[in-house]
């Protein structure tokens, strides 16, 4: 990887927003809106054990389709099940690119990991908010 790279870090939209109960079922659009606001800060400041910038991509699906992209975080909307692209950005990533997944499908974590591709479970990009 080059220097002047960043680090391509694919968020699994719904398995993120998932991992909180906090209602987000009832509005599935606006719970992935608040997920791609709230990782615009790790673009330039990076992840933990990841220091920025890096290039984020959020995959979102179903309901979910149609959020707009913002400076920082780049969404990509699936047309079926946002497992299969997550794991088929993860699993090709540009050349001289690395790669890291926060919250791999079942399964993806295997899949993309045969290419150098690092997979972190949701609390990574999605901490659980204070008790």
Do not use: K, Q
């Not at 220097?3 to 606006?30: E, F, K, T, Y």
């Not at 995959?59 to 920082?72: C, P």
């Not at 950005?89 to 926060?102: H, S, T, V």
């Amino acid at each position: 990887m080059s220097d002047d790279a960043a680090v391509l870090v694919i968020v699994d939209g719904a398995n993120v927003v998932g991992s909180v109960p906090d209602g987000w079922w009832r509005d599935r659009h606006g719970a992935a809106v608040r997920l791609r606001d709230a990782l615009v800060p790790y673009a330039t400041d990076g992840l933990p054990g990841l220091h920025g910038p890096v290039e984020l991509v959020l995959v979102v699906e179903g309901a979910a389709r149609g959020v707009a992209s913002v400076a920082g975080v780049r969404v990509d909307s699936a047309p079926g099940s946002g497992d299969g692209r997550f794991a088929g950005r993860g699993a090709a990533p540009p050349p001289g690119r690395a790669c890291g997944g926060g919250s791999p499908p079942r399964g993806g974590g295997a899949r993309v990991g045969g290419v150098g591709a690092r997979c972190v479970g949701p609390r990574t990009v999605r901490p659980l908010p204070p008790a």
